[in-house]
């Protein structure tokens, strides 16, 4: 038996969401593949995820110098560690975004900053960073209303890049995209494109 963490960040309804619309699809052909899977979903946007603020920077301060973390502290800490221990625990990540202002939704960093803890999903060498998840396979469902697939449009392009990025330097390199594009430049064809986006995210369903 998996675990299949599934974090997504969208404030939309589904049937408003192409990403959330092909992820439903992901999810419900791999739950009937894997029966006994446990799955876990996570809306970032219904999620209290704290930011890496004052708190949390001397808290980790204290953690390292054996202090006492005051209340606040310990909560916002907490949070944060019981976000990377799910993380940890997990054997395959689904990550759905939409792509906003060429990047991701700004919860959706607040979610990251919680995976990447030096000591826990990576440590560094005198020859840089390695990455300590290994043997987990990922895929990232993505949607933009614009095209990002070639030049120039592809230099712009900062979320499907970052994630799979991230993960990779967490130490997971077996990774899939699975994007929606182009639906706001050419309205007439957006249902094609997102009927042909749902069949991909079908088809790697049965073998994820
Ligand atoms: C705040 C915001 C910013 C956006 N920025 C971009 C952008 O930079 N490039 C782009 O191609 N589409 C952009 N879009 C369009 C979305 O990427 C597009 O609607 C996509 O389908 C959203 O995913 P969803 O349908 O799963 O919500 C933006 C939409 C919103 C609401």
Redesign the pocket.
């Known amino acids: 038996m998996s675990v299949l963490l599934c974090v997504k960040a969208?404030p939309?309804p589904v049937k408003?969401?192409?990403?959330?619309t092909m992820a439903e699809e992901f999810l419900r052909v791999y739950r009937e593949k894997n029966p006994l899977d446990r799955i876990i979903e996570r809306n970032v946007y219904e999620e209290t995820i704290p930011l890496v603020d004052a708190d949390v920077l001397k808290g980790w301060d204290k953690l390292q110098r054996q202090e006492e973390l005051n209340y606040v502290e310990k909560e916002k800490v907490g949070k944060i560690n019981a976000f990377t221990e799910e993380f940890l625990a997990a054997d395959k990540y689904v990550f759905v975004t939409?792509?906003?202002?060429?990047s991701l939704p700004p919860l959706m960093k607040a979610y990251l900053d919680t995976i990447v803890v030096a000591g826990k999903t990576f440590y560094y060498t005198e020859q840089g960073p390695v990455g300590m998840v290994k043997g987990k396979k990922a895929v990232h469902i993505h949607?933009?209303?614009?095209f990002?697939n070639q030049p120039p449009m592809d230099q712009l392009e900062f979320a499907d890049r970052y994630i799979r990025a991230l993960l990779n330097f967490l130490g997971v390199t077996d990774i899939h995209s699975l994007i929606?594009e182009g639906?706001?430049y050419l309205p007439d064809r957006a249902e094609a494109f997102l009927q042909e986006a749902v069949a991909r995210a079908k088809e790697l369903a049965t073998e994820f």
Request: one cysteine or more; glycine letters at 10%; hydrophobic letters at 25%.
């Open positions: 969208n939309k408003e969401s192409k990403s959330l939409p792509m906003w202002n060429l949607a933009r209303g614009g990002y929606c639906h706001e």
